[in-house]
C-alpha cells in the first residue's frame, strides 16, 4: 500500500477533494498522513475507517521523505518552500499539486486524464514524478471543447469567462456573502415598505457601496452587483496571467507542437462555485452544427449537449444547474454571422471539481 500524504486537505479545493476521495473509498487503498501548516496540536476531525488522526507538521522534511506520493492543495507558497528541498535531498516520490508554479516547469505534466491519459501514461513510464492541476477554466474548457481539440478541427479560440468568486479562494467567497448581508440588512425597510420605488432603492444601494462601513476587507471594489474584467496580475502584452494561461496551459496539456492560439478576456461575476464560459471557435473546416455537437458529446461522459432554446438553455446552462456536480453542459452552439467556420458556444462547470481536486484525485487513483 502506498504511503501519501495529504497537505491542504482544509482548504476549499482540498475539502471538495476530501469529499470526493470519501465518496469514492480511496482512503482504503492507500496509507494516509495527513499534515497542516497551522493546527500543530489538533487532530483531523473526520472519522475515517483506518486513518491515522494526528496531523503532522507539513514543514517536517523527514517526515515527508518517507512518502511515497504527496498530494497538496496547500498553495503556491508552500510548494516554493518544500517542493526543491524535497527534490534536492533525492525524494523519489510522486507530487500532486493543485497550485500554478510548477505548471510551467518543463518536467511536470499537466493532468485532466479524460484528455491526457496517454500522455500522463507516458511520462508516468519515463520517470516524471511531477503532476500539477491545470487552471480551472482551461480543465472546464477541455473537458467540453475534448472532441474538437482531438480531432485537430480547432483553428482558434476566443473565450469571455465568467468566473465564480470560489476561484480566489475562501476569504472572497466570505467577504461576497458579508457585502450582501450589509446590502440587505440596510435595504430591507425599504424593500417592504408601501413607498418602494426601484430608482430610490438602486440609489441607496450605490451609497451603501461607497460607504465606509462596506465590508472591504480583502477586494478593492465591490463584489456584489459588480463584474471585474481583470483576474491575476498583469503580463506585459496586455493579458492577464488568467488570460495567458488559457494558450499556454491548453497547449501543454495537448502536448501540441503546433501552437492553437487562444485568448480572450476573464471576468470575475458574483456567483459562488460554476464557472461559465462564452466561446467563439474557429474551425478548419466548415462543419454543421449536427456534426459539431456530436464531435462534442462523444468525446466523453460528463459533457452534455443543450439544446439551443430557452427552456433547455435557462434549465441545464447555468452555475446553479451544475453546482456540486460532474457535468459539463454545453450549449447556445450557433454558427456565427462573422466567419463560416466559426460557431459560439457557452459551457459551465464546476470549479472545484473538474477544475480543481477532480484531475488530481483520479490522477492519485492512477498511481496507486
Ligand atoms: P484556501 O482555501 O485558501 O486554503 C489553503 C490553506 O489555508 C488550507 O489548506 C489551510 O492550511 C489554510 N487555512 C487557513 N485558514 C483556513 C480556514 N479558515 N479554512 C480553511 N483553510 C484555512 O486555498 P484554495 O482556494 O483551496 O487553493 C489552494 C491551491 O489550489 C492554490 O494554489 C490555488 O491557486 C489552487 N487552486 C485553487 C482553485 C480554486 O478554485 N480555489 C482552483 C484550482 C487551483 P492549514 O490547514 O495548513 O492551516
Not at 430591507?188 to 476587507?217: A, G
Amino acid at each position: 500500500m502506498k504511503s501519501v500524504g495529504f497537505i491542504g486537505w482544509r482548504g476549499i479545493v482540498g475539502s471538495v477533494l476530501l469529499q470526493r476521495m470519501i465518496k469514492k473509498n480511496d482512503f482504503n487503498k492507500i496509507k494516509v498522513t495527513f499534515f497542516t501548516t497551522s493546527q500543530f496540536n489538533k487532530y483531523f476531525p473526520l472519522n475515517i475507517k483506518n486513518i491515522n488522526k494526528t496531523l503532522h507538521n507539513a514543514y517536517d522534511i523527514e517526515q515527508l521523505l518517507l512518502l511515497d506520493i504527496i498530494i497538496t492543495c496547500q498553495g503556491s507558497e508552500y510548494t516554493n518552500k518544500i517542493y526543491y528541498k524535497l527534490r534536492q535531498k533525492g525524494w523519489q516520490g510522486y507530487w500532486l499539486d493543485a497550485a500554478s508554479n510548477l505548471r510551467t516547469d518543463d518536467n511536470t505534466i499537466i493532468v485532466l486524464d479524460p484528455v491526457n491519459l496517454d500522455l500522463i501514461k507516458e511520462k508516468i513510464d519515463i520517470g516524471i514524478k511531477t503532476f500539477v492541476g491545470g487552471n480551472c477554466t482551461v480543465s472546464l474548457m477541455l473537458m467540453a471543447l475534448g472532441g474538437l481539440f482531438k480531432k485537430n478541427l480547432i483553428d482558434w479560440i476566443f473565450v469571455s469567462t465568467y468566473q465564480a468568486i470560489s476561484g480566489a479562494g475562501a476569504k472572497y467567497i466570505k467577504e461576497l456573502l458579508l457585502q450582501t448581508n450589509f446590502l440587505h440588512e440596510n435595504i430591507t425597510d425599504i424593500i417592504h415598505s408601501n413607498k418602494f420605488n426601484i430608482l430610490e432603492v438602486e440609489k441607496i444601494i450605490t451609497l451603501l457601496l461607497n460607504n465606509k462601513e462596506f465590508p472591504q476587507q480583502y477586494s478593492t471594489i465591490p463584489l456584489v452587483n459588480n463584474v471585474i474584467p481583470w483576474i491575476d496580475k498583469q503580463i506585459n502584452n496586455g493579458q492577464t496571467k488568467e488570460e495567458w494561461k488559457g494558450q499556454f496551459e491548453t497547449n501543454k496539456i495537448l502536448n501540441n507542437k503546433n501552437i492553437i492560439p487562444i485568448d480572450g478576456i476573464c471576468v470575475r461575476v458574483p456567483t459562488l462555485r460554476a464557472h461559465s464560459q462564452s466561446f467563439m471557435v474557429k474551425l478548419n473546416k466548415d462543419l454543421s452544427i449536427k456534426n459539431i455537437e456530436d464531435i462534442i458529446q462523444s468525446h466523453n461522459k460528463w459533457v452534455k449537449i443543450i439544446p439551443n432554446d430557452y427552456i433547455y438553455t435557462t434549465k441545464y446552462l447555468t452555475p446553479c444547474a451544475v453546482n456540486r456536480t460532474l457535468n459539463i453542459p454545453v450549449g447556445r452552439i450557433k454558427k456565427l454571422n462573422i466567419e463560416k467556420n466559426c460557431f459560439s458556444m457557452f459551457t459551465v462547470g464546476d470549479q472545484l471539481l473538474w477544475g480543481a481536486a477532480e484531475p488530481l484525485r483520479r490522477m492519485l487513483k492512477l498511481l496507486i
